[in-house]
């Protein structure tokens, strides 16, 4: 039966089974290394059969091929003939991610004949025969080249060495080959291509899903350059060269951090890459003030291999990440899709009562009544229309938390760690481009943790502890927010060193450096390129990072602090708003402006007279209870036309704030109310002012602007330093 | 833009919204523009340059409104009926400009068009990119995307200055 004969319906259904038992398959060979489930392995295996069975009735010859080789190495651990290590694991795990690779194409050209699985298959056929010989699988070595020892003559004549490049792109970018042929073109400015495996015209014309090419190149540039302009090709995994003249001699320098073998998954590639999928996707989620780009190839940065340093350029984290890509589809319950049937519908009956308004006599007093009626329909069933499409918006965190597992047995495995990962709260729900915005901050902090946090098991056991380290990632809901923690029981942060670093970099004085208490010095972390690690990991990226980390997060509306403690370990706590596109805010007015506080930072509301203000280190302080709270007037920050009328000896109204730091009483002319409000992003130019979040329109279409308590709090405290800075330049002077 | 001039000095038709600012003529051309709104209420904006009014709500968009006049260091004008809004696109920005009036929509040949002078016009050249003359009276062809990209650049400026000030 071949694939022709398959209707679309049961491709479909080939296809998520198929997915289905690859996920299955992956999340049990992590559990397997564990030992967490000891079935797993009969598990894994019943999964790789059916697999088979499903792939040879649909005609995919590859995949059929590659889950027989799985399956017969499967058979030999199930029967206990050969022991699981991780080499077999590593293996096992490669095998899934071409398995999604043919599922893929599958998906797309309706076959798997485009992909490549030999090389893999052969790997798991030698492992099963106990030879583990990896490095033959390597495609297309260089004694195939024709007439090699010719070309390498020629070149050594021209003054030229010639080069092979092994290129691959990361399988689950969206057509990989299209980045081959721009490795191509770079290579081809460089020097000359004399090979390419496979042929240039093959690549060319994408005639296949290729995600991997050796080239030969004839070139008198430094290799390294020419890495580095490769790295400026989006979504390459690895690059490595060698001298084709030494082909013999497989010890090649490795400018960008290599797979091992050529089914690895996404998140081995290194810092050069930043395939980042879900930064397309951030075009519909209104804070996405950066979406402006919108080309396909987004995040195209972070190639700062071979000491280029160009990493930031994409704005993304340096970390290539299989949890931004999700899919621009969303599961939602019929349940959820009947209710807007049924609310659409009213909204129909409305509509047909308003139209009968314009066309029967009716007294102004009735006309009045039968209006009242509408319109208070109409708003109950819009506000229900909102509330669930907001609810089929929703998505369990567990669709990002699921690539955790294996990207942190990956991990572990290469930088030699020893790692228990726990996961909780994965049923959480949260607006679908939050999710989508966070998966890279996440993937970070993980990396982050694994990278710098867990010490290696010799300095662990050395220390007294368990040699094997403990990451958690832990989200809940409370208040009006999600927590996602992510903490290990590493070696924890000196502020010392934090502050030591700072200064060195000229981010600040030693003297403002002493001022900080220790959870201010590590707030230090955020500030653009900044760096603790003297020699930079090729983990968790090159100083390009936590920076983009807290900008990410701030762009939903989130924020990110950490706490950390010396020996015992570090915690890294993102508070996330429940939704994206709708907030609960409290409508003020200041002068001629109407600005809407997102709720969930306003404390309360209080009426404040001359009496109970009192000045303090420059500032205006209110006492409320036992606290003593800065009191700001908007106008002290944005100017007289944001200032707020104080009456004295009168009750003003005031906001308490809550930020991420210490509350801020804001003064204010009038509250307006609480209301819910669609966030809109200002377009183009004015869409970046310290403080303003975005914008909102009101009922009467005036346009309300959203404040950003984090970076208004901040601009208070900037301005506040300064205040005192001249202060104390006035006492000195007097 | 250097294609629309090419085409103008080949002497093709050029279609030019014509609008009034200071007792002078402008033109920006057609394509440019999306539609001409009156004046309603603007949002004011903090820690923008002194030039944007603030933000309007333009069916559903919230979009930036610069006042030209401010712009190019003119005194005010009167808050009269005949201000309106030219609402132009410029690639993914879409802008909304207070002008004194809007006159009407000139259609005229491209041979009619002469490179600018600091000689006939009080403003600086850097943001015309010709000069009409009809029978009576000049209409000054603006540069949109240069007067925006220069405050682009101020915009870069104030940016940096506030790095700097947050190093310091």
Redesign the interface.
Known sequence: MSMDELSAEELALFLSESAEMVDTMEELLVDLETGASPDAVAAIFRAAHTLKGGAATAGMTRMARLTHALESLLDLVRSGERAVDADIVDALLGAVDVLRRCLAAVERDGTDAGVEVDSLAHRLESLASGQDVAAAARPGTLAEIPDLDHLVEQAADNGERLLRFDVAVDPTAPMPVVRLYQALLVLQERGRVVHTEPPQRDIEEGAADYAQMTAVVATSDDPAQIVAALGEVSHLQSVTWEEAARAANPAAAHDLPASPQDGAGPEQAGPGTAASPASGATADGPAGAQAAPGSGAAGNGGAGNGGAGNGAAGGQPAAASQAGSMADTIRVSVKVLDRLMNLVGELVIDRTRLARLGHVDLSTQDLKEELELVTGHLSRITTDLQDTIMQARMVPLETLFRKFPRMVRDLARRLNKQVRFAMSGEDTELDRAVIEQIGDPLVHLIRNALDHGIEPPAARRAAGKDPEGLVQLKAYHQENSIFIEVSDDGRGIDPNKVRQVAVAKGLLTADQAQKLDASEALDLLFLPGFTTTDQVSDVSGRGVGLDVVRKNIERVNGTVTLESELGRGTRWIVRLPLTLAIVQAMLVRVHETTFAIPLQSVVEILRVEDRQVRWANGWQMIHVRDQVIPLVNPGDVWGTRFSATWQPSQANPVVVLQSAAAPLALAVDGVLGEQEIVIKNIEGMVGQVAGISGASILGDGSVALILDVTGFTKEVRRLGSQLRRDDRRHERSA | MAADQARAVAGDQRQLVVFLLAGELYGVDIHQVREIIRVH?V??????PDF?E????LR?????VIDLRKRFLMPPGAEDADRRIVVVEMG????GVIVDAVSEVLRLEGDRIEPPSPYIVSLDTQYITGIARLEDRLVILLDLNRV?HA??RD?LDR?EE?VA???G
């Open positions: 209420e949002t004011r904006v903090p820690r923008t944007v603030g933000v309007i709500n559903g968009s919230v979009i930036p993914e920005q879409t802008l925006l405050h682009e915009e940016l506030r000030d947050v190093d």
